[in-house]
């Protein structure tokens, strides 16, 4: 069964949160593009203030000329963690005709949205928690329960579904995505939410058959040590 198009349906205000390595960023970056792609006015922002390599903005050139609107910090600020939020984030959560697509991190990323918590009670929104299994922080359910309960205080938003991420960027396998699956629903079963998509990437797509909603992935991003 295809469930792609599911991705396109629901609350237009749709935030990552995640960990260190959880591939919250690619997977923003995506399905920004999937919107635009069908023909929704979209905007992505960044809020991922604690890493220098692993946000939005270094897809900033690749987003704005597909016409995606990227509200991220200004370029002199690009390789700083400052605790400063984008300008025109809180006019964006009030543009109803505008699919708005938030990257956000851990720590000081989360606290930092916990300031736009009125905002958000006054715009719908779906906060879902991106689960890497190979990464520090979210190897086992309990470590994903520990992450889950922290962002979600953190931001003070209400996370209401977990997003299967497990990968190794290229060297991913169907073997990394089904055990890394396992994992996210013991996580989920506990905290008692849905998984609502298990990403898989583009190369692995006739591999993997599962029974939840999928995202396949297209790898954009390129880092300063892949130049």
Same mark, same amino acid.
């Given at each position: !069964?295809d469930?792609?198009e599911?991705l396109?349906t629901?609350? %237009?205000?749709? *935030?990552?949160?995640?960990?260190?390595?959880?591939?919250?960023? &690619? =997977? #923003?970056?995506?399905?920004?593009?999937?919107?635009?792609?069908?023909?929704?006015?979209?905007? /992505?922002?960044?809020?991922?203030?604690?890493?220098?390599?692993f946000r939005?903005?270094?897809?900033?050139?690749?987003l &704005?000329?597909?016409?995606i609107?990227? $509200?991220?910090?200004e370029?002199?600020?690009?390789?700083?963690?400052l605790?400063?939020?984008?300008?025109? $984030? #809180? %006019? =964006?959560?009030?543009q109803?005709?505008?699919q708005?697509v !938030?990257?956000v991190?851990?720590?000081?990323? #989360?606290?930092a949205?916990?300031?736009?918590?009125?905002?958000?009670?006054?715009?719908?929104?779906?906060?879902?928690?991106?689960v890497?299994? %190979?990464r520090?922080?979210?190897?086992?359910?309990e470590?994903?329960?520990?992450?889950?309960?922290r *962002?979600?205080?953190?931001? %003070?938003?209400?996370?209401?579904?977990?997003?299967?991420?497990t990968? =190794?960027?290229g060297?991913?396998?169907?073997q990394?995505? !089904?055990?890394?699956?396992? *994992?996210?629903e013991?996580?989920?079963?506990?905290?008692?939410?849905?998984?609502?998509? $298990?990403? /898989?990437?583009e190369w692995?797509?006739?591999?993997?058959?599962v029974?939840?909603?999928v995202? /396949?992935?297209?790898?954009?991003?390129?880092y300063p040590?892949m130049?």
């Amino acid at each position: !069964m295809d469930h792609k198009e599911d991705l396109l349906t629901g609350e %237009r205000i749709k *935030i990552f949160v995640g960990e260190f390595g959880s591939g919250k960023t &690619e =997977l #923003a970056v995506n399905y920004a593009l999937r919107l635009k792609q069908q023909g929704y006015h979209t905007a /992505i922002i960044d809020i991922d203030l604690v890493k220098p390599y692993f946000r939005t903005r270094e897809s900033r050139a690749l987003l &704005e000329d597909k016409g995606i609107v990227v $509200v991220a910090p200004e370029k002199k600020y690009s390789q700083a963690a400052l605790p400063v939020l984008p300008n025109d $984030v #809180a %006019r =964006l959560l009030y543009q109803e005709d505008c699919q708005v697509v !938030m990257d956000v991190g851990g720590g000081e990323s #989360a606290i930092a949205l916990g300031q736009f918590h009125e905002k958000f009670a006054d715009n719908p929104y779906l906060a879902l928690l991106v689960v890497n299994t %190979r990464r520090p922080f979210t190897g086992t359910p309990e470590d994903i329960v520990d992450a889950f309960q922290r *962002i979600e205080q953190s931001s %003070r938003l209400k996370i209401t579904g977990l997003v299967s991420n497990t990968n =190794l960027a290229g060297e991913t396998t169907a073997q990394h995505v !089904m055990e890394g699956l396992s *994992i996210v629903e013991q996580a989920a079963g506990i905290l008692g939410l849905p998984i609502r998509w $298990v990403v /898989i990437p583009e190369w692995l797509s006739d591999e993997v058959s599962v029974s939840y909603p999928v995202f /396949i992935l297209r790898p954009y991003t390129i880092y300063p040590w892949m130049t």
